[in-house]
């Protein structure tokens, strides 16, 4: 007994499964009772606002203007892939009136469900014709200049298209069917959405002030939107583009939703806590206070786990969506301000704005 035992204690330790001989209890762990240790920290030219898994062995950051790229990981190995300038040819790719190079300024990324392109957003860009640039204080009425999206062709890392979006666009979400690629506009208050099919901007959807985080139901049917600059998320109906709404609290910021479809999650920026919703019966399941400046979050493949960054605690925090109770806070770094879960790894990356890259192990 007393091996069988040690072996039980081994086997639980790796997060195996595992039946003791003459006793057919199943042992594993769900990610809220593993805990984060970090593995490696990664730098060089780099000052990412976010981090995000492609879920199939690619991590990309994306630099914002202070680099000028975008940045690509091996997963798996955590090593770097390539360095993608942020500069395109507008004119070359179909947007006559500009001329000349112009400089992006990264912001968040998205992967296509079949894993053929990502895109990110640009902050603003650089380059002749374009004189007003963004501010995080602003209205539709600033007339700061529209932004474009950029989309990375993954065989080859080029970018090969890029679509007209608003002032300062901030997230980047694609339905899980493929058809459409939405864009938060912080500044012009409004989504954007793009058909991949026609590619083309198909709608402008009203938001309100400062739209900002956007998680797609599984099966494409409805998207969720942040108001950030108010206290609702809007539900919007993918098949007609009508909205409704989720009382959510002040400040939502980043949102993602259950494996099931079940739940929201949310991070209420100025109060530093998360919250829970309960989608089918329109309520909240409780609220955790995780730190000053609750930014960005994510959620574990099995759904058990959030990771949450406190841009002003510099900390990473992690949540177990059962209890809604803090597990695990690490000091970080200064300004941590995206995170990813990478779901073929089992690993963490959380973005430091002040120039590199935390990857924890969860074990």
């Given at each position: 007994?007393?091996?069988?035992?040690?072996?039980?204690?081994?086997?639980?330790s790796l997060a195996i499964p595992y039946a003791i001989a003459d006793e057919p209890t199943?042992?594993?762990?769900?990610?809220?009772?593993?805990?984060?240790?970090?593995?490696?920290?990664?730098?060089?030219?780099?000052?990412?606002?976010?981090?995000?898994?492609?879920?199939?062995?690619?991590?990309?950051?994306?630099?914002?203007?202070?680099?000028?790229s975008v940045t690509f990981y091996d997963s798996n190995t955590l090593k770097l892939i390539?360095?993608?300038?942020?500069?395109?040819?507008?004119?070359?790719?179909?947007?006559?009136?500009?001329?000349?190079?112009?400089?992006?300024?990264?912001?968040?990324?998205?992967?296509?469900?079949?894993?053929?392109?990502?895109?990110?957003?640009?902050?603003?860009?650089?380059?002749?014709?374009?004189?007003?640039?963004?501010?995080?204080?602003?209205?539709?009425?600033?007339?700061?200049?529209?932004?474009?999206?950029?989309?990375?062709?993954?065989?080859?890392?080029?970018?090969?298209?890029?679509?007209?979006?608003?002032?300062?666009?901030?997230?980047?979400?694609?339905?899980?069917?493929?058809?459409?690629?939405?864009?938060?506009?912080?500044?012009?208050?409004?989504?954007?959405?793009?058909?991949?099919?026609?590619?083309?901007?198909?709608?402008?959807?009203?938001?309100?002030?400062?739209?900002?985080?956007?998680?797609?139901?599984?099966?494409?049917?409805?998207?969720?939107?942040?108001?950030?600059?108010?206290?609702?998320?809007?539900?919007?109906?993918?098949?007609?583009?009508?909205?409704?709404?989720?009382?959510?609290?002040?400040?939502?910021?980043?949102?993602?939703?259950?494996?099931?479809?079940?739940?929201?999650?949310?991070?209420?920026?100025?109060?530093?806590?998360?919250?829970?919703?309960?989608?089918?019966?329109?309520?909240?399941?409780?609220?955790?206070?995780?730190?000053?400046?609750?930014?960005?979050?994510?959620?574990?493949?099995?759904?058990?786990?959030?990771?949450?960054?406190?841009?002003?605690?510099?900390?990473?925090?992690?949540?177990?969506?059962?209890?809604?109770?803090?597990?695990?806070?690490?000091?970080?770094?200064?300004?941590?301000?995206?995170?990813?879960?990478?779901?073929?790894?089992?690993?963490?990356?959380?973005?430091?704005?002040?120039?590199?890259?935390?990857?924890?192990?969860?074990?």
């Amino acid at each position: 007994m007393v091996k069988k035992f040690i072996a039980a204690l081994f086997l639980m330790s790796l997060a195996i499964p595992y039946a003791i001989a003459d006793e057919p209890t199943l042992i594993s762990f769900t990610n809220d009772q593993m805990k984060m240790k970090l593995i490696k920290t990664i730098t060089g030219k780099i000052s990412p606002k976010s981090v995000k898994s492609s879920g199939n062995g690619i991590v990309s950051a994306h630099n914002m203007m202070y680099s000028h790229s975008v940045t690509f990981y091996d997963s798996n190995t955590l090593k770097l892939i390539k360095t993608l300038p942020d500069s395109v040819d507008l004119n070359k790719l179909g947007f006559k009136k500009y001329s000349g190079l112009y400089r992006g300024a990264p912001v968040e990324g998205a992967y296509s469900p079949d894993g053929k392109y990502m895109y990110f957003t640009n902050y603003a860009m650089y380059g002749k014709g374009q004189n007003k640039e963004g501010h995080d204080v602003c209205s539709p009425s600033s007339g700061y200049d529209t932004s474009f999206l950029s989309r990375v062709r993954l065989s080859d890392y080029t970018i090969d298209a890029v679509y007209p979006v608003g002032a300062v666009p901030k997230v980047v979400a694609t339905t899980p069917d493929g058809k459409y690629v939405l864009v938060s506009n912080w500044c012009s208050y409004t989504v954007t959405v793009i058909s991949t099919e026609l590619q083309k901007v198909v709608k402008s959807i009203k938001i309100g002030r400062y739209p900002r985080g956007i998680a797609i139901s599984q099966d494409s049917t409805y998207a969720y939107v942040a108001e950030m600059g108010g206290n609702r998320i809007h539900r919007i109906d993918l098949s007609d583009f009508s909205e409704s709404y989720i009382p959510i609290g002040s400040n939502p910021r980043a949102v993602v939703l259950s494996p099931d479809n079940t739940k929201l999650y949310a991070t209420l920026n100025a109060s530093g806590k998360v919250i829970a919703w309960d989608l089918a019966n329109n309520k909240s399941l409780g609220t955790v206070t995780t730190g000053k400046a609750a930014r960005s979050l994510d959620i574990s493949s099995d759904g058990s786990a959030l990771f949450v960054v406190n841009f002003f605690s510099g900390t990473v925090s992690k949540v177990s969506t059962k209890t809604m109770k803090t597990t695990q806070t690490i000091k970080v770094c200064n300004e941590p301000i995206g995170v990813t879960f990478d779901n073929q790894t089992g690993r963490t990356w959380v973005a430091c704005y002040g120039g590199s890259i935390k990857v924890f192990s969860n074990q």
